[in-house]
């Protein structure tokens, strides 16, 4: 038979598509056509298969062949086309049984010599054939750890062409020198900050507060203070009060790292919230996801159900932190490109760290500052208000006074992360039967409409409101706030005395009880 079908997966984002490779080998002089929208590295595969064929000990057709993947209006990219091609050609030759292809998916790069490479994606491509009900997919071997995190589908690893064609024939595999692996990123490093731990950091009551309750309901978090004051202490500590990634959370987080290539070969899912810490010279590109030809995810996506740290944020182009402006709301990133546009989730904790001021002294009680008024406020309008707008908690971080060594030993992540979790768990009883978790989710007409606040919160609110300490979206945040500080102490609903201490945090006021409540002495930097 002169036609044979194989089967592959298209990535665009993380959405998965089934790919069918078809191999007719007709009569003419010999030749090989690649149709269906490929792409450079694609195109290359003509070759890279030709050379694999020959050198695995099978005979390539010397006629005029075909190959197409379909759909043909589905643009297609990268080399995990490879082995699938070359099973369809053989197949059509007539040297494979075609009826073995035809439940079984295939992924892999070819190397001239007949190995297989590894490939990005792999998660998320096996995701998606399982879904499309295949029960087998056939992988490089340095992938098989990650696709084996799928449920409900066989994965068999192979090292070369020459394993392929044995396992399809049903004869035995020969031995092939193991793969090596290409450098990369350790997944630690991005799952969590190590051996940290919350009571090394001495006073900081007011900050520590901060990141418990952002913790516990999920609420952006902007940090601002003089150098050395606990900032990024703060903020790496913030990581160990998270609590694990459920299961379907760590499927959705590893298919994302493996598509940014950030999975090791003996990867397991990301159970723990990633902790991603771009600097602040990073590039739009890098921090939303694009590239050339379909866009691979950035490091908001990277950072998907846990933490994005950006220090040093006023020093960051304002136009790239102006690009967190729609994600932070919608919870994804839609990059558009001229050959498909690709839909990456990006629902993060956004944390920002930011000196006062240039010289980092502005607004410090013993710090002299030496910036004139024209540089202080081009310095904190590189922030735009519309970002600081969206930071549910905006807290001044000072530095703490000498001898606090000798008090008490303040709490550990461990004690602190326990409340989170009880807080955590008493959101997912409230909002049981709803697309949202946590309290920073939820919209602010549905929290109005059925979780309202008390008259006297909702008075001492309508009193800021009117004086214009809170804009509507702010409004929301505080209550939403309000909600997280009364699931850390486990009441019914939020009190004035804690709709209060939520009002504090999102404006950046000193915590005090509401009875010693004063107008704002000195606002947060804008």
């Known amino acids: 038979?002169?036609?044979?079908?194989?089967?592959?997966?298209?990535?665009?984002?993380?959405?998965?598509?089934?790919?069918?490779?078809e191999?007719?080998?007709?009569?003419?002089?010999?030749?090989?056509?690649?149709?269906?929208?490929?792409d450079t590295s694609l195109s290359e595969a003509r070759d890279r298969v030709r050379a694999a064929v020959v050198n695995s000990g099978e005979r390539f057709p010397d006629r005029k062949v075909t190959i197409g993947l379909s759909p043909a209006t589905l643009p297609k990219t990268g080399s995990h086309y490879d082995v699938t091609i070359a099973c369809a050609l053989l197949?059509?030759?007539?040297?494979?049984?075609?009826?073995?292809?035809?439940?079984?998916?295939?992924i892999g790069e070819l190397g001239l010599d007949g190995r297989i490479r590894e490939v990005r994606g792999a998660l998320a491509m096996t995701l998606a054939a399982a879904r499309a009900g295949f029960t087998r997919i056939i992988v490089p071997e340095l992938n098989a750890n990650e696709a084996r995190l799928v449920p409900d589908i066989s994965v068999y690893g192979v090292r070369s062409l020459r394993q392929v064609l044995a396992m399809i024939r049903g004869e035995e595999i020969p031995d092939e020198e193991p793969p090596r692996a290409e450098p990369r990123l350790m997944s630690e490093s991005l799952t969590r900050v190590p051996e940290v731990d919350l009571d090394d950091v001495l006073g900081q009551r007011e900050g520590r507060r901060a990141i418990e309750a952002a913790a516990a309901g999920g609420h952006h978090l902007y940090l601002y203070g003089p150098p050395g004051s606990g900032k990024t202490m703060l903020a790496e500590r913030l990581a160990g009060l998270m609590p694990d990634l459920g299961i379907d959370e760590s499927l959705e987080v590893s298919a994302v790292h493996s598509l940014a290539g950030l999975l090791t070969n003996d990867a397991e899912l990301v159970t723990r919230p990633p902790f991603i810490a771009p600097h602040h010279t990073a590039s739009l590109v890098s921090l939303v996801g694009g590239g050339s030809g379909v866009p691979r995810p950035g490091a908001i996506s990277c950072a998907h159900r846990g933490i994005l740290f950006i220090d040093e944020a006023p020093e960051m182009h304002p136009l790239t932190l102006d690009t967190l402006r729609q994600p932070l709301e919608s919870g994804f990133v839609e990059v558009h490109r001229a050959a498909a546009v690709a839909k990456f989730p990006a629902r993060f904790l956004l944390v920002l760290a930011a000196n006062p001021c240039p010289c980092g002294q502005s607004g410090t009680p013993t710090g002299i500052c030496n910036c004139t008024p024209q540089i202080l406020n081009r310095y904190r309008q590189r922030i735009s208000g519309p970002i600081k707008d969206r930071m549910d908690i905006q807290r001044q971080i000072l530095p703490a006074a000498r001898g606090l060594g000798t008090g008490d030993q303040p709490e550990s992540t461990a004690n602190v992360a326990a409340r989170v979790r009880a807080a955590r768990d008493r959101q997912a009883h409230r909002y049981r039967g709803t697309p949202w978790q946590l309290n920073s989710e939820v919209p602010g007409p549905v929290l109005r409409r059925e979780f309202p606040l008390d008259t006297a919160s909702q008075d001492l609110l309508e009193a800021h409101y009117a004086e214009g300490r809170l804009t509507a979206r702010g409004l929301d945040r505080v209550v939403r706030l309000a909600w997280t500080l009364t699931d850390l102490v486990a009441q019914p609903t939020p009190t004035p005395d804690l709709t209060h201490e939520a009002f504090q945090l999102r404006t950046g006021a000193p915590l005090t009880p509401l009875e010693d409540a004063r107008p704002l002495r000195e606002p947060i930097p804008t």
Do not use: Y
């Open 91 to 106: 197949a059509a030759s007539g040297v494979l049984p075609i009826g073995e292809l035809r439940h079984c998916a295939i």
């Open 1 to 21: 038979m002169s036609l044979a079908q194989a089967w592959s997966v298209a990535l665009v984002g993380l959405e998965g598509h089934l790919v069918e490779v």
């Open 23 to 38: 191999a007719d080998i007709a009569q003419g002089l010999p030749k090989t056509t690649l149709i269906g929208l490929p």
